[in-house]
């Protein structure tokens, strides 16, 4: 279990130290407790250095094995030296909390739960419901949850721990940092625990009457593991705020416009993102700012809106640019240059320009070959594993534009070969990659139109199922498959059975506001 070093050094500060300065008078009382307590915490922190200061993955070492289990028999004796502390003594908490972190670190996750519900019967025992040391604890009894991937044990906590923070009215800023530490070293490997410490972090500052300013970097995070509509309510608040804080016409302004129409390319409403693209355009060209347009989102927003020729000139810009930087197939330029290739190719291809969209695939393929071919791009296969997918985009590119060119002799192998890599072992996608409906739909187009009718419907329908598993089921693309299934449907006589696949497909597409696919 990663954790992040300054989260859990501020999460033992601020949830075990922070206490009324009465609680603070009475653990300074018994030497001897005092004692183990500081043994127990060199040891501690001597074991939590060895784990993550010297190797990149944090994995227990023996040394710092050996300390850790130094600080778990210190404070032992620490919490057996508080059974003649009076009933309520808030040094057994703090005593408790050093317990539970050793046992955390150790992924000993019974028991540094079991450590912090003990935790919490004492407080709840010596305190009143509003005490701001009993939200405290929740929220460290909150984090062992999230960091055992209990999210739905911790929700509680979380919930308990607001209102009761909420009353309080203030919370010191070492017990903010250190949620937001926390929250950071969930963002990468617990999705659900980093949005529930994101929501509360937020609730807790706007109730404590944070300026709006302090939201920012919270809302951020959020949005990060966000889709769909909360990403965007999350994003739209962020540019308010933004606006309020800096004003409309400052970059870090601009940028949150920059995600936001990066938000609707990714769910296919092309047409709010180029609105929203050409908005920040101008204001860049008026005010003289900084931000800079990707020209692949702008040219991706053209292309979706079925503008063309505006995105043809935009990508050969791209391709331009990345072709007079790449002097070497190994660098970023050649990655530009490829990308630039493939998305040029498809604006070709919808444009019926076949000629011109296999030559920028020719070209696209040769790059990625001469990379392959190359010592580093070997030494890269070989640390990835499993089978090599670089060209496989192209070649799925490359069948669909000879299918739609009316070359069905040379499209039916390579469709038929991409098929079969994905059969390989050790192939390797996403569930719901987009990538691979693709090639199922175009491949039981082709069939289709051969009049084999049973192997085209069953692609069709492991298309739709693939789409399915995309966190966007309703994007543009879906319409696509959607239209094509139906097709077939009523060669079939089924009409029926095609009249609700092309409702869809046409609420898909007037919401997205995409031109109509090509079937």
């Known amino acids: 279990m990663p954790h992040n070093l300054n989260a ?44 993550h200061y010297w190797i990149t993955s944090p994995t227990n070492s023996p040394a710092s094995l050996a300390n850790f289990a130094k600080a778990e028999q210190e404070y032992k004796a620490a919490l057996d030296l508080t059974q003649s502390f009076p009933a309520g003594d808030r040094r057994t908490v703090k005593t408790l909390g050093g317990l539970a972190e050793v046992f955390l670190e150790q992924d000993r996750f019974a028991e540094a739960e ?24 929740l929220a460290r009894l909150a984090l062992i949850y999230d960091y ?42 617990n999705k659900g625990a980093s949005l529930q410490v994101c929501n509360y972090l937020i609730d807790l500052l706007e109730a404590t009457g944070a300026p709006e300013k ?103 810009q791209i391709v331009a640019a990345a072709d007079a930087g790449s002097a070497k197939t190994r660098d970023l330029n050649s990655w530009n240059l490829q990308d630039g290739l493939m998305a040029l190719a498809k604006v070709y291809r919808q444009e019926h320009k076949f000629d011109e969209a296999l030559e920028a695939l020719k070209r696209a393929d040769e790059i990625d070959e001469a990379r392959n071919n190359s010592k580093e791009g070997r030494a890269f296969d070989e640390r990835l594993g499993g089978v090599p997918i670089g060209d496989w985009p192209i070649q799925i590119e490359l069948a669909e534009t000879y299918r739609e060119k009316g070359d069905a002799a040379a499209a039916g192998p390579i469709f038929a070969n991409s098929v079969a890599k994905t059969e390989q072992p050790g192939w390797h996608i996403a569930p719901g990659d987009p990538r691979l409906a693709h090639l199922l739909d175009n491949y039981a187009s082709l069939l289709r139109d051969q009049g084999k009718y049973d192997q085209a419907e069953d ?36 009409a029926a059975e095609a009249e609700p696949l092309e409702a869809r497909a046409s609420a898909i597409l007037a919401a997205a506001g995409a031109p109509a696919p090509v079937i």
């Not at 009324?20 to 501690?44: N, T």
């Not at 999350?234 to 601009?254: D, H, M, S």
């Open 214 to 316: 302090d939201l920012l970097d919270p809302l951020g995070r959020l949005s990060i593991n966000q889709t769909g509509a909360d990403k965007e309510r999350t994003i739209l608040r962020i540019i308010v705020i933004r606006q309020k804080v800096y004003g409309p016409e400052i970059v870090a302004t601009l940028e949150g416009e920059v995600e936001l129409a990066r938000l609707y390319l990714e769910e296919g409403r092309y047409a709010a993102a180029l609105a929203v693209l050409l908005q920040i355009q101008s204001a860049k060209s008026q005010r003289n700012s900084a931000t800079a347009i990707d020209n692949r989102d702008l040219a991706a927003a053209y292309a979706g809106t079925g503008k063309y020729s505006q995105a043809e000139e935009m990508n050969k």
């Open 148 to 189: 055992a991937s209990n999210v739905n044990e911790a929700a509680p906590l979380w919930d308990r721990s607001l209102a009761i923070l909420r009353k309080a009215g203030a919370v010191t800023p070492l017990f903010v940092s250190t949620i937001e530490f926390n929250e950071m070293s969930f963002s990468m490997q």
């Open 8 to 51: 859990r050094v501020s999460w033992a500060l601020a949830l075990i130290l922070l206490a009324v300065p009465a609680a603070r008078r009475l653990w300074g009382q018994a030497g001897e407790w005092d004692k183990h307590m500081k043994a127990g915490e060199k040891a501690y922190s001597a074991g939590f250095n060895q784990k």
């Open 459 to 494: 692609l069709y329908k492991s298309a739709l199922a693939i789409w399915a598993k995309n966190k966007y089921p309703d994007h543009p693309d879906v319409a696509g498959t959607l239209t094509n299934y139906a097709a077939l449907l009523k060669k079939l006589n089924r």
């Open 114 to 137: 079991e450590t912090g519900n003990r935790a919490i019967d004492l407080l709840e025992k010596a305190v009143g419901p509003d005490d701001p040391d009993l939200g405290f604890t």
